[in-house]
């Protein structure tokens, strides 16, 4: 018998991820005595374009007739469904099938295959106005990582394929991404998104596919990538940047849009800020002019409090800034990040070269790699640590201007071993 009571409109949901504030999102909305299902239908528009008293696409929208006849499709579908047979499993595959224009078989198909499990997560924060942006890009770069996995082993997997040996493909996506050149922190980063999308579609679906144990697996231990930029190096891109009288290279081509890149790095090579802290903290010109403070304040978003560092040289800070037009990236760490990486390894490679080299330590062996193009953003903060740890060799005052919680997170931001003074003192006597 079917529920009088039953309710089926469409809503418009507006979009936080997107820029125009006028674009809105549809979704289904079904209400009755026993169900209330709210789904997303894919279909983006304007404002002006829909009529929420017919719940209907206007005619002068692109596309109205084919967005109008799914909604009438999907109204039909459920008018004639039994109250009984409204399940969430049911409302979905309906949705989906009028929606992609595919029957409802082919559906259930491609719901078991795992990539869906990604895909319907990510649906879900997108239409959830208090995801984060991070949260959002996060999840997409994993998933696009397991689709590229997918094309190197020809196969598309399922659920059931999950569930018969977790681990072995586990250790065939490690693999795979190491040949690629990942390190295996970004790796394991990865897997955990791989686990909480099993574990919430276990939560749905009340089954149980083995998660994988991350723990188990014998990861390359690394040591911390000490990638800096030495008091010379930042002299000459400093120079380079504000096209000083000293400039290395005034006849090297200075593009505005890729020099402000390089400054902002440049700024956090002089206070130590990490990149998330540049993009939320709003730098005013009274707090950087020399003239009336010595020091520069910031908060810190990974730690929650204020660090207070001196103005190194009293006006490198302010003359970048200055030259910024004390205009700051408000984008997240995460949009700008890769630009800067771009740049500030293109300028440092013209300007410097690639003579110089570090070492990463593994399990096995020393690799050593050129500074050149390996450049990253939080080189800036472990630049800026080094050249005030070597103006003065007091590691307490530089763990206090990198706002570290002890001394011996500083050692390794220094790449410092203080026990290795120990038998100097061996010999000590009064």
């Known amino acids: 018998m079917k529920d009088k009571n039953r309710k089926l409109f469409f809503l418009r949901s507006p979009n936080a991820d997107l820029d125009d504030r006028n674009t809105l999102n549809l979704r289904f909305r079904l209400k009755s005595a026993n169900k209330m299902k709210n ?22 929208a692109v596309d109205s007739d084919s967005i109008n006849t799914k909604l009438t499709k999907i109204e039909a579908k459920f008018k004639i469904m039994e109250e009984d047979d409204l399940t969430d499993q049911n409302i979905d595959l309906i949705v989906e099938s009028v929606i992609q224009n595919i ?25 959830n106005l208090a995801t984060l942006p991070n949260t959002l890009q996060n999840y997409n770069t994993a ?18 394929v999950f569930c018969r040996n977790p681990q072995k493909l586990f250790r065939e996506y490690i693999s795979f991404e190491r040949d690629q050149g990942r390190l295996d922190s970004t790796i394991k980063s990865k897997l955990k998104y791989w686990n909480i999308c099993i574990n919430a579609y276990n939560e749905n679906n009340n089954i149980k596919i083995p998660s994988l144990n991350l723990k188990k697996f014998q990861w390359i231990k690394r040591e911390v990538e000490k990638v800096y930029l030495t008091k010379e190096e930042v002299s000459i891109l400093y120079d380079f940047a504000l096209d000083t009288e000293t400039n290395p290279a005034p006849e090297y081509y200075r593009d505005g849009k890729k020099i ?7 700024f956090r090579c002089f206070s130590g800020m990490r990149i998330s802290d540049m993009t939320s903290v709003k730098c005013q010109k ?10 520069f304040k910031y908060f810190a978003q990974k730690t929650k409090k204020y660090v207070e560092v001196p103005q190194l040289g009293y006006s490198y800070l302010y003359n970048i800034a200055a030259e910024l037009n004390f205009k700051f990236p408000k984008k997240t760490y995460s949009q700008i ?5 771009e740049n500030v390894n293109e300028f440092y490679t013209a300007i410097i070269g690639d003579r110089r080299k570090f070492s990463i330590l593994t399990q096995n062996q020393e690799e050593i790699f050129p500074v050149a ?3 990253k953003t939080h080189s800036a903060r472990r630049s800026f640590a080094k050249m005030v740890y070597e103006e003065n060799k007091d590691i307490h005052f530089t763990s206090k201007l990198l706002g570290h919680s002890s001394i011996t997170q500083t050692e390794k931001y220094l790449g410092l071993n203080l026990n290795e003074k120990f038998p100097i003192y061996e010999g000590f006597r009064l």
């Open 260 to 266: 402000k890149f390089l400054l902002y790095f440049l």
């Open 143 to 160: 998933l696009a990582r397991y689709k590229a996995f997918e094309v190197h082993i020809k196969s598309r997997l399922t659920i059931a």
């Open 39 to 60: 789904k997303g239908l894919g279909i983006s528009l304007l404002t002006k374009d829909w009529d929420q008293e017919n719940q209907r696409v206007t005619r002068k």
């Open 286 to 295: 009274e707090k950087l002019d020399p003239l009336k403070n010595s020091s």
């Open 337 to 341: 990040q890769k630009l800067e990486k």
């Open 373 to 375: 193009g390996n450049i």
């Open 103 to 127: 029957d409802i078989d082919t559906v259930k198909n491609n719901k078991l295959l795992f990539v869906s499990i990604f895909e319907e997560k990510i649906s879900e924060y997108s239409s």
